[in-house]
């Protein structure tokens, strides 16, 4: 199993790190040379979504990790990565994938609030840290939509078919039972 990580900016180092340590190949994508032997799941990391969609289509990498996404690859979306995958974004979202059907706000806790920790329970396993670095939430999901966190009230976590999002960065930290999930629930089905 091979799972390719976007490497364009942002945090993506940790999902490397969390992946190698569960023992699974992980590569970086930097351009479009690095997806031409495909992979088996991708992972778009957090940082600045506006920054990373530009930064796709720039290197041309947006059309072909757009289709093999319509196509069924499976993908983890943490926090920008999130918001690349949503259809819809409240608050001046980027141009993203759009492929999961959900409303997601951008910065959505405000400038006040700009990151903070919680431990909820992640598709029932309980007490999953949980890092959030102004971070969007889920404002409403689609029918398909499969709810898998919440905290304050907030959709933060979620599935659907080949599409998976967390609002937090699973990847700081030494749990890796979002990384886990994926590669079991996401990857392997
Ligand atoms: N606020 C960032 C954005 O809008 C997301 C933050 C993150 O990925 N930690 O893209």
Do not use: W
């Not at 957090?46 to 499976?74: A, Y």
């Not at 974004?89 to 997601?104: L, Q, R, S, W, Y």
């Amino acid at each position: 199993m091979s799972i390719g990580i976007l490497a364009l900016q942002g945090a993506f180092i940790e999902h490397v790190m969390r992946l190698r340590e569960l023992g699974v190949e992980a590569f970086e994508i930097r351009q479009l040379r690095d997806i031409e032997d495909g992979m088996d799941g991708l992972i778009l990391p957090g940082g600045e979504s506006t920054v990373i969609s530009k930064l796709l289509r720039d290197l041309q990498l947006f059309d072909p990790l757009r289709e093999s996404i319509e196509n069924g690859l499976p993908v983890f979306g943490t926090c920008a990565g999130l918001l690349l995958l949503a259809k819809n974004v409240v608050n001046d979202g980027a141009p993203g994938f759009a492929v999961m059907d959900i409303t997601a706000k951008r910065n959505a806790y405000g400038r006040q609030l700009g990151s903070f920790l919680a431990k909820e329970s992640f598709a029932g396993v309980p007490n999953v840290p949980m890092t959030f670095i102004r971070a969007p939430f889920i404002e409403s999901v689609g029918a398909g939509v499969e709810i898998l966190a919440q905290t304050g009230g907030h959709i933060v976590a979620a599935r659907q078919d080949n599409v998976l999002v967390t609002a937090f960065h699973p990847e700081l930290g030494d749990d890796v039972t979002v990384h886990r999930y994926f590669l079991d629930n996401v990857v392997d089905s």
